[in-house]
T-cell receptor
Framework: GESVGLHLPTLSVQEGDNSIINCAYSNSASDYFIWYKQESGKGPQFIID?????DKRQGQRVTVLLNKTVKHLSLQIAATQPGDSAVYFC????????????FGTGTQLKVEL | DSGVTQTPKHLITATGQRVTLRCSPR?????VYWYQQSLDQGLQFLIHYYNGEERAKGNILERFSAQQFPDLHSELNLSSLELGDSALYFCASSVAGTGTLETQYFGPGTRLLVL
């Protein structure tokens, strides 16, 4: 049959506003989570990571929040800039597993001037 | 720039053909991972090599194979190509392998188009 492209959720924000991108994961045994940014025509670029023994981690303009109870991850980007426009993926990994990353579907972030 | 290199950037070939994609990990990294990114499947793990040995297999077709050489570069071989194999193929690397949870750094990818 005809293949259909993944429908990416899209988040549109105004330049200078804060962005919050959400991710639900399914494996309660996951121990390690990474956010990647993928610009058109490029490979996924590491943004920030967090381990399951933490619930918050901050980087430069980015914060990741982890809620293990509801298996939810979020990426907050402060003062969003046009250069932040990209697809954002969360990925999970599990200790004692195969060390493979399982990726979410991705969210398209569009920054409007 | 992640430090992971992949060649070629683009590859156009015909159904039934065979191609080889090449990856050089970041300096010092012993693990190489291959992922496929297609429109309908997203980013999917294919295979993981650590210091020359296969460590894990994901959704990799039997027509596909990989190896990691003593200098730690890796090649992904795709044979009997079908239209549905058209995708972006990414290589990632990390310092160690199984038993640790580490960031994987991705290369720029090879875009494969099968006609």
């Amino acid at each position: 049959g005809e293949s259909v492209g993944l429908h990416l959720p899209t988040l549109s924000v105004q330049e200078g506003d804060n962005s919050i991108i959400n991710c639900a994961y399914s494996n309660s045994a996951s121990d390690y989570f990474i956010w990647y940014k993928q610009e058109s025509g490029k490979g996924p670029q590491f943004i920030i990571d967090i381990r399951s023994n933490m619930d918050k981690r901050q980087g430069q303009r980015v914060t990741v929040l982890l809620n293990k109870t509801v298996k939810h991850l979020s990426l907050q980007i402060a003062a969003t800039q046009p250069g932040d426009s990209a697809v954002y993926f969360c990925a999970e990994n599990r200790a004692g597993g195969e060390n493979k990353l399982t990726f979410g579907t991705g969210t398209q972030l569009k920054v409007e001037l | 720039d992640s430090g992971v290199t992949q060649t070629p950037k683009h590859l156009i070939t015909a159904t039934g053909q065979r191609v080889t994609l090449r990856c050089s990990p970041r300096s010092g990294d012993l693990s190489v991972y291959w992922y496929q990114q297609s429109l309908d499947q997203g980013l999917q793990f294919l295979i993981h090599y650590y210091n020359g040995e296969e460590r894990a297999k994901g959704n990799i077709l039997e027509r596909f194979s990989a190896q990691q050489f003593p200098d730690l570069h890796s090649e992904l071989n795709l044979s009997s190509l079908e239209l549905g194999d058209s995708a972006l193929y990414f290589c990632a690397s990390s310092v160690a392998g199984t038993g640790t949870l580490e960031t994987q750094y991705f290369g720029p990818g090879t875009r494969l188009l099968v006609l």
